[in-house]
């Protein structure tokens, strides 16, 4: 008989665990909300997937989305400079989760995996873990679901270092070459500009990383669609003139009610295993890796890590007990790299150290060094082995 596997979470880390683990094992994925819920509700990110993760949905057959806006350069500004446009390697893209999910979701019942609805308690957990030969908690941030030890050295904070704002326009002329266009003001905060898919055509996604307090910080108290936009439109006239170069004002208007945001959250991780009652909890993503988004890269990390986890499951499935051992190895397997993903997203909420303004300087006279500054996003180690050149490396 196959063993039987919870995934409680239906995002990024949720559904890849899905589509890898449902040939060789019975998974049973708990989601809360509906479907149609996620369809209709906010949106929930700017889920700018990198290459190393689009090859991931390819290995496991995951729903392509051919018609998203290809990302193949990050546009770098620094202040009102631009320095340089780096190349990346690969194509990026970015679909509204609001869309991407519940696809999922609904191709994965037809494909066999058993779906359930309900919010599940941490009280739930218990009774799960003694129902499943194993439980992966995916709950995102908003979890985890268990109480997965703090790892320290890696959390260094203990309140947000940015308020994340975002929204999903209309009338904005995207950058050319296409990409992502990143523009630092320094103490202030930055601004990420994303073309992106959605149910309702191609948009332009905005997204304001202000600096707490600071000048950007310009949204507190906002409540209804109306005065978001407003409130975007006078800030990117102010600090991204660029940007407003390229707005029509008589298009610019979010896509729909619910696409934008506001969010603020203290980065945390977590060993991502844990014994309860005697049986094994794992978890992946959010819930256990959670880094600010300045760098673009939860659900890259979220990816990895269920890529890693279905490897360490893998190897593990003929053996009767899964135990401590199966989530050691897991947690081996991805340390690493969440240690450098979350050094690095640490290391941009600070003021950049010499040698990486150097690194962007010699970015602009060097198309060389400005694709290298394009392939962190890709592979989170190069930025780190960038960031700390005399850190011990462990791969
Ligand atoms: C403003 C912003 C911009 C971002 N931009 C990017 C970006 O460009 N690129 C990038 O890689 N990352 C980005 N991220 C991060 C990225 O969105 C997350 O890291 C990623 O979605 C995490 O995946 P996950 O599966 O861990 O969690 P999620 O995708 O959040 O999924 C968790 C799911 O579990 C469900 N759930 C939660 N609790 C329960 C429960 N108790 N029972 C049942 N279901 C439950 C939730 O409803 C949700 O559907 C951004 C984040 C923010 C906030």
Redesign the pocket.
Known sequence: MKKQIAI???????LQLGYSLKQEFDVTL????TADE?QNGRI??????FPPTREREERFAMPKWESAPPIRNIHVTIGDKKLFIGKLYGTAS?VD?RWA?PHAMRDLEKQGVSLREG??SQADVTRLVNEFNLVID??????P?APFPIDNKLSPFDKPQRK?I?GYFKGVDPVYPAGISITVLPGVGEMFEISALTENGLVTIL?IEAVPNGDLDAFKGVKSTDVFAERIADTVRLFFPDIHRRIDGRKFALVDEKAW?Q?AFTPVIRRPYLILDGKLIVSC???VFLND?IT???????SFCAEKLYETLMDYRQSSNWDERLGEDYWNRTRPYIQAVTEWTNAMMGPLPESIIQTFLQGAEDQSVADQVAAWFNDPRKAHAAFFPDAVRHE
């Open positions: 409680v979470g239906n995002g990024t880390a949720g708990f989601h809360h909300p996620i929930l990110s700017t889920q700018v997937h970015s989760q999910f919010r599940v995916a709950t995102g941030k908003s979890g679901l994340c975002v997204f945001l969010t993503g959010d819930s988004p673009g890269q939860g659900c890259n990390t979220a």
